[in-house]
């Protein structure tokens, strides 16, 4: 190896917050349809004014729901925007001031200053920096707390607790970025995180017959952080991209990908609580193996709830992509389980892009 040595470190995906426009409501559709369960509460019962923030947990993926209580917060002015979508993709860090110092040095421009809070549980220490749109990284170190998600939040008790739905973690996080900006978020995860280039396609592998965009991958040096960033590419109709551009008013994350162990198992549980995905035709299913290979699983129960098949040199993965999940055609999630493939699922780009324009055209925005 190379004395090159990883200036940020990053243990993983800490939480993700997303502002909504009711958190409560949101904190129940997520518990309901996705099997989060209830964590953590802040508000004014905890001290904080301005605003409520719900957090859920499943496994390893952490999931805050802030609603803003008045209109002349800044996160008001967010939702007002964007409607509902991610603000903040946490990072967990063993240094917050150190991960503050080594990215602002490199020019990561500040969005908080490194912070210790602490209570009767330890403290934590944090800090940020601004990524593509409105988006921030948040450094969390939680090496010397022991209470249930950080200071200012308490334990948050339910009555209503649905059974969890098998998703483990974060795989991997998609920006959406503006024409001709992908090359520049490249630069910034290269420069200011000390992130690669993994993989990369171009609007040649991913084009259908209208709708384009163009793919850079970037992970993290142990690549527990994957931050793929789309543009979009010039094709017959508007791009899927820029579709969301639209509709999010600006650059956002575009979908999260969570990973399960049986997805069959998880995507079906997901559909019988209401979540609703891109479906493929069934021809899809036709030549399967012969594109894919031989698998551990059976071909029906994929081809019954549309789950998606892709191979690399190391393997093969699993996928299925919800429809998005609020009115503005914009955030989305992914299911994936990995069976040895460390990519993304490009033979399923078209399948995929193709289901996405039906659905574009039925909003009538291809
Ligand atoms: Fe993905």
């Known amino acids: 190896m ?22 409560k409501q949101a904190a129940h559709f997520y518990k309901t ?69 080594q990215t602002t040095q490199r020019g990561g ?47 948050w008790e339910s009555n209503y607790n649905p059974t969890e739905t098998g998703l483990l973690y974060v795989d991997h996080c998609v920006g959406n970025v503006d024409w001709n900006q992908m090359n520049p978020w490249v630069k910034f995860y290269e420069d200011v995180m000390g992130f690669k280039n993994i993989l990369s396609f171009d609007d040649n592998d991913i084009s259908t017959e209208y709708s384009a965009l163009m793919s850079k ?3 993290n040096g142990n690549g527990y952080v994957k931050f ?13 991209v820029e579709e969301y551009l639209d509709f999010y008013e600006g650059e956002g994350t575009q979908h999260i990908a969570i990973a399960t162990n049986d997805i069959v198992k998880t995507v079906k549980e997901l559909m019988s609580r209401g979540v609703d995905f891109l479906q493929v035709p069934s021809s899809y299913y036709d030549d399967l193996l012969d594109r894919v290979g031989p698998i551990e699983e059976d071909i029906e129960p994929l081809k019954e709830l549309g789950i998606l098949v892709d191979r690399d040199d190391e393997g093969y993965l699993l996928q299925l992509f919800t429809k998005p999940v609020e009115d503005r055609p914009t955030m989305f999630y992914e299911i994936i389980q990995r ?22 055209a039925n909003r009538g925005n291809l």
């Open 33 to 101: 349809a996705f099997g989060f369960q209830s964590l953590a509460y802040s508000g004014p019962e905890t001290g904080v004014k301005d605003r409520v923030s719900y957090v859920l947990v499943q496994n390893k993926m952490r999931l805050m729901l802030t609603t803003p209580l008045h209109s002349d917060s800044p996160i008001a002015q967010h939702h007002l925007k964007h409607g509902d979508g991610v603000k903040t993709l946490a990072l967990m860090v063993d240094d917050a001031y150190d991960a503050y110092l």
């Open 2 to 23: 190379s004395e090159y040595q990883d200036f940020l470190p990053l243990n993983g995906t800490d939480y993700i917050e997303l502002y909504v426009g009711n958190a």
């Open 228 to 240: 793929p960033i789309n543009e979009p590419a010039e094709g017959k109709r508007k791009s899927q």
């Open 109 to 155: 421009k500040s969005y908080m200053e490194p912070q210790t809070i602490s209570d009767e549980n330890g403290e934590v220490k944090l800090s940020g920096i601004h990524t593509y749109g409105e988006v921030v990284h948040v450094f969390v170190e939680r090496k010397n707390y022991n209470g249930v998600f950080m200071p200012g939040f308490r334990k």
């Open 217 to 219: 991958v970037m992970s």
């Open 339 to 360: 069976k040895g493939a460390k990519s993304f699922g490009k033979g399923n780009f078209k399948a995929l892009f193709e289901a996405i324009e039906r659905e574009q």
